[in-house]
């Protein structure tokens, strides 16, 4: 096997233009896989980083009725579902996977909320003391809530960064009242996601799933909520899990945990169902894997090309040796001898054109990444799939030149010479 090897190499750099044009097909085909592999992973590895990096490796759990989410603007209190309970809360936090569990009430469109005359159309929730830490919030000027303020029901407020842009002209906010339902709450801080949640938005599709393209939001201790709206409103339920491979499970253990604690009304009516932003990536995931398997595909008709034209080269070379194939048939050289060291140097011309189209496929992926901004991810297992199909191929290919060399007869062939 050696000695056929070195005999390959030596017929390639023989015919060194020949050569080079017989691998092209396979190298075009084999570096453009390889690009677009690395893009599908880069991309699905971004959105991961994404839902983490925008503090969303976080699953919300809230009340539905019907199979539809139980929206507070527009209805009545939901009869027979109880407030969720502090050991509720605790069972949740216990579940593996889960970090950190924080209860809320919200609203998710606004009308009676005012700075003097100017109205708020964002989102305004009331949450608890988790609720901050879980979401990645920090306190950017002024304070947070303190235990007082849910102990003494104080009025105060914090707005997050969009809110204090479009309510308060990009004015300092603390200190200054806010009218709600009403009452009149005391901004006391501003809050913005830390800069370690901050999403990297390079496509539309990631500033539609990533991006806050509200009016802001306005956040109440959960204490004070009934006091501005209604007592006894059916809580959310966010939970900051440990990594995002695990938000559906954990999602889905938590609405069982709530559904079979609070839900009085045993109709079916009510239940309490998991939403995380882990089904919407995955969506765009496979739409992008979708999409590039058929650029693949396609990509692949070039390895098509690329195996026809190592069979056609290696016609080629069994009829320009065929004196030579004649004289070791005389000296006793097997069928098998023969077939082997023909389909070997098929194997070599298209695993070295593999290896080329690989070098060249993780080069064209960084170059587009940096041209593009098009985030790639170098995949092992895609190269050592690409190497080992490009040598199938010379395999495959190859058959029938080495099968016609092996069954050449050794007086027509000496005759030729």
Known sequence: MTENIRLAFQGIWSHKLRSVLTMLGIIIGIAAIITIVSTIKGTNEQIKENLIGAGNNVVKVQLNQDGYPYEMNWNPLPQGVRMITERTRQQIEDIRGAEKVSLYTSRSYTEQVFYLNMQFNGEIYGIDEHYLSVYGYQIKTGRGFTESDYRDFRKVALVNTTAVSTLFGGESPVGKPIEVQGDVFTVVGVVTLSEDFAPTINTMNDYYLYADTSSGSIFLPNAVWPTAYQFDEPQNVAIRVENT?????????????????????????????????????????????????????????????????????????????????????ALGARKRRIRLQFLTEAAVLTSLGGVIGVVSGIGCAVLISNMMQIPVAIDVSAIFVAVVFSTLIGVIFGLLPAVKAANMNPIEALRRN
């Open 245 to 329: 491979d695990v938000m559906t499970t954990v999602g889905q253990k938590a609405a069982e945990i709530l559904t079979e604690n609070q839900i009085v009304d045993k109709t079916g009516k009510f239940d309490y169902r998991s939403l995380d932003m882990l089904e919407q990536a995955q969506q765009l995931q496979k739409m992008s894997e979708s999409t590039n398997a058929q650029l693949v595909w396609i990509a692949s008709i070039s390895l098509l090309v690329g195996g026809i034209g190592v069979m056609n080269i290696m016609l080629v070379s069994v009829t320009e040796r065929t004196s030579e194939i004649g004289l070791k048939k």
